[in-house]
């Protein structure tokens, strides 16, 4: 589980988990659980005192659990917000007779709308920095033959030429006004050959509805621009977006119009129509109801453009696609295609005219960097290893040597904040862990007599936490443990019935029993096990389900 605040850093108990059940389990499934529990909680099976005070904390959670889940109310808001549902913050507004339908929408309502808030709080700043190199003399130098006689070579000249080509830095800011009203200020700069510019842009959005929104843009920089956009969903497979742009020139105001029409081509396919006219700074986004920003690339002010673009996205992960485009572009035709996964940030491109690059590009948060090489103007083999398995066996090293260190240090000092937060809730969870299985000894000693009288299911040894693999040279059943390991030989027991144990896919530390010994870290569960008086083995992890016996269990005894 992963913590991103001090609220969600604290442990919250699972009471399918406690109960042993699955989270579609039954009313049944949930009553003969509680009765089973009970049978070694309830205060009156026990006449020690030391006992007697144990089974009524371990009795007072059975009973919770079971109120909750064998409630279809409280059950629905503890399906949708945890043990958090179920306090004061929110209930007053739920309606008793609502269904838990209704009561699990309202609270996931509530939920995005505090997460809402909190996203409106911040600013959403996003950034983009592209820095373009151009190392085409590394592979297809300048012949020295060309330059006359009297410039001697030397150690200097001839070392290649690597130079940045362009470069281009983007961010900008939100400012919410209103559920309905951004304002977003922008800026940009950008070089091309040691000459360029940049500019500075102050946006106002209204949302009219899901359909429909408008803005409006000013700019400043290279002359000033006031632009006019919308969006509008025209049917269930049809959306539209345009505007028109007035850029202040000192030849006088030149005017521009751009427009796209969209169409969801399947469930995964979206085809785009565009013109642009005029202009030089138009800026279109179509990010509404869920496709991404699209930007349209910046015009030649005399050169009108019509463009047909196709995106698909892959029908098992929206993080990766394909898109190709053809275009006309004044007196010149264009076509290229991408294919992209952003999980992985890697990209691939080909384009027209043919030349090979390597686009090392780099994802955080809302900031992408990205360093376009350039290796040559024509398709050579020498570029092209180097633009391939050059990037690939560097990222390897990075990833091996540098980025996976740092993000092992980052995991242990989030653990020991994890331990520290919840210092005090693991010491009640292991106190309570001890005294249920002092509670469970005799129920232990019951069911391990009746299993082995009828030679069935018989745990030898059962431990939970952080383990290690199998060391080598030791024999069977023997595994190297950590320091942060538990004994769960009874508790594990005390699950078998009729020569059988079945655990569902939960995490094992709120089993009765059970707690969380290796906080943060990857848990295990490794059971020695007799059946039939054949010994069996098995290793599981944390929420893996388990169902005892197995033949592919059994252990090969030599």
Same mark, same amino acid.
């Given at each position: 589980?992963?913590?991103?605040?001090?609220?969600?850093?604290?442990?919250? &108990?699972?009471?399918? *988990? #406690?109960?042993?059940?699955?989270?579609?389990? @039954? =009313?049944?499934?949930?009553?003969?659980?509680?009765?089973?529990?009970?049978?070694?909680?309830?205060?009156?099976?026990?006449?020690?005192?030391?006992?007697?005070?144990?089974?009524?904390?371990?009795?007072?959670?059975?009973?919770?659990?079971?109120?909750?889940?064998?409630?279809?109310?409280?059950?629905?808001?503890?399906?949708?917000?945890? @043990?958090?549902?179920?306090?004061?913050?929110?209930?007053?507004?739920?309606?008793? @007779?609502? @269904?838990?339908?209704?009561?699990?929408?309202?609270?996931?309502?509530?939920?995005?709308?505090?997460?809402?808030?909190?996203?409106?709080?911040?600013?959403?700043?996003?950034?983009?920095?592209?820095?373009?190199?151009?190392?085409?003399?590394? #592979?297809?130098?300048?012949?020295?033959?060309?330059?006359?006689?009297?410039?001697?070579?030397?150690?200097?000249?001839?070392?290649?030429?690597?130079?940045?080509?362009?470069?281009?830095?983007?961010?900008?800011?939100?400012?919410?006004?209103?559920?309905?009203?951004?304002?977003?200020?922008?800026?940009?700069?950008?070089?091309?050959?040691?000459?360029?510019?940049?500019?500075?842009?102050?946006?106002?959005?209204?949302?009219?509805?899901?359909?429909?929104?408008?803005?409006?843009?000013?700019?400043?920089?290279?002359?000033?621009?006031?632009?006019?956009?919308?969006?509008?969903?025209?049917?269930?497979?049809?959306?539209?977006?345009?505007?028109?742009?007035?850029?202040?020139?000192?030849?006088?105001?030149?005017?521009?119009?751009?427009?796209?029409?969209?169409?969801?081509?399947?469930?995964?396919?979206?085809?785009?129509?565009?013109?642009?006219?005029?202009?030089?700074? *138009?800026?279109?986004?179509?990010?509404?109801?869920?496709?991404?920003?699209?930007?349209?690339?910046?015009?030649?002010?005399?050169?009108?453009?019509?463009?047909?673009?196709?995106?698909?996205?892959?029908?098992?992960?929206?993080?990766?696609?394909?898109?190709?485009?053809?275009?006309?572009?004044?007196?010149?035709?264009?076509?290229?295609?991408?294919?992209?996964?952003?999980?992985?940030?890697?990209?691939?491109?080909?384009?027209?005219?043919?030349?090979?690059?390597?686009?090392?590009?780099?994802?955080?948060?809302?900031?992408?960097?990205?360093?376009?090489?350039?290796?040559?103007? &024509?398709?050579?083999?020498?570029?092209?290893?180097?633009?391939?398995?050059?990037?690939?066996?560097?990222?390897?090293?990075?990833?091996?040597?540098?980025?996976?260190?740092?993000?092992?240090?980052?995991?242990? =000092?989030?653990?020991?904040?994890?331990?520290?937060?919840?210092?005090?809730?693991?010491?009640?969870?292991?106190?309570?862990?001890?005294?249920?299985?002092?509670?469970?000894?005799?129920?232990?000693?019951?069911?391990?007599?009746?299993?082995?009288?009828?030679?069935?299911?018989?745990?030898?040894?059962?431990?939970?936490?952080?383990?290690?693999?199998? *060391?080598?040279?030791?024999?069977?059943?023997?595994?190297?443990?950590?320091?942060?390991?538990?004994?769960?030989?009874?508790?594990?027991?005390?699950?078998?019935?009729?020569?059988?144990?079945?655990?569902?896919?939960?995490?094992?530390?709120?089993?009765?029993?059970?707690?969380?010994?290796?906080?943060?870290?990857?848990?295990?569960?490794?059971?020695?096990?007799?059946?039939?008086?054949?010994?069996? &083995?098995?290793?599981?992890?944390?929420? &893996?389900?388990?169902?005892?016996?197995?033949?592919?269990?059994?252990?090969?005894?030599?």
């Amino acid at each position: 589980m992963d913590f991103d605040s001090d609220e969600e850093n604290v442990i919250e &108990e699972d009471f399918y *988990a #406690f109960l042993n059940v699955p989270k579609e389990a @039954t =009313k049944e499934e949930i009553n003969n659980a509680y009765r089973r529990l009970s049978r070694m909680y309830h205060p009156d099976k026990h006449v020690d005192p030391a006992l007697k005070a144990k089974a009524e904390v371990m009795f007072n959670k059975t009973k919770r659990a079971y109120e909750v889940l064998s409630d279809p109310h409280q059950r629905a808001i503890y399906d949708s917000l945890g @043990t958090k549902g179920l306090e004061t913050e929110g209930w007053e507004i739920v309606q008793r @007779t609502k @269904t838990p339908a209704e009561i699990r929408a309202e609270y996931e309502q509530l939920a995005e709308e505090r997460a809402e808030r909190k996203k409106k709080q911040a600013t959403n700043p996003t950034g983009n920095i592209t820095i373009a190199i151009n190392a085409t003399d590394l #592979f297809n130098p300048y012949d020295d033959e060309l330059f006359d006689d009297e410039y001697e070579s030397d150690f200097i000249s001839g070392i290649p030429t690597v130079e940045v080509s362009s470069m281009q830095f983007t961010q900008s800011v939100d400012f919410p006004l209103t559920q309905k009203d951004t304002c977003t200020l922008s800026g940009q700069l950008q070089t091309q050959n040691g000459t360029g510019g940049g500019g500075v842009n102050l946006s106002w959005r209204h949302i009219f509805s899901h359909k429909s929104w408008a803005e409006l843009e000013m700019t400043a920089g290279s002359g000033p621009a006031v632009s006019f956009k919308g969006f509008r969903t025209l049917t269930k497979r049809f959306f539209w977006n345009g505007g028109t742009i007035l850029q202040f020139t000192p030849e006088g105001i030149r005017p521009g119009i751009m427009s796209t029409l969209a169409m969801q081509i399947d469930k995964h396919s979206v085809g785009y129509l565009s013109y642009h006219g005029g202009g030089s700074v *138009a800026v279109l986004h179509a990010n509404h109801q869920g496709y991404r920003e699209q930007p349209f690339q910046r015009l030649h002010p005399s050169r009108p453009a019509a463009l047909v673009r196709l995106t698909s996205v892959h029908p098992q992960d929206d993080e990766s696609g394909i898109e190709t485009q053809s275009g006309w572009l004044g007196p010149s035709a264009d076509s290229s295609s991408t294919a992209q996964r952003r999980r992985s940030r890697s990209t691939a491109t080909s384009r027209s005219p043919s030349s090979a690059g390597c686009p090392p590009a780099l994802t955080r948060a809302s900031q992408t960097y990205s360093f376009p090489i350039h290796l040559c103007e &024509e398709i050579m083999p020498a570029p092209v290893f180097y633009a391939t398995i050059v990037p690939l066996v560097a990222y390897v090293v990075v990833k091996k040597g540098l980025v996976e260190p740092i993000l092992r240090e980052e995991k242990s =000092k989030k653990v020991e904040k994890q331990k520290q937060d919840n210092y005090n809730k693991l010491l009640e969870k292991r106190r309570e862990a001890m005294a249920a299985q002092d509670l469970m000894m005799a129920t232990y000693d019951r069911i391990r007599e009746e299993e082995t009288r009828k030679k069935g299911l018989v745990v030898v040894k059962a431990v939970y936490g952080r383990l290690f693999a199998e *060391a080598s040279g030791q024999g069977q059943g023997d595994m190297e443990l950590s320091n942060e390991v538990l004994d769960v030989t009874v508790p594990v027991q005390c699950l078998v019935k009729d020569s059988k144990l079945t655990i569902h896919d939960r995490t094992k530390s709120e089993l009765p029993g059970f707690f969380d010994p290796a906080l943060g870290e990857e848990k295990m569960l490794h059971i020695i096990y007799n059946y039939h008086e054949q010994p069996h &083995e098995v290793t599981i992890s944390d929420n &893996e389900p388990l169902r005892l016996p197995k033949t592919s269990h059994r252990a090969n005894v030599t």
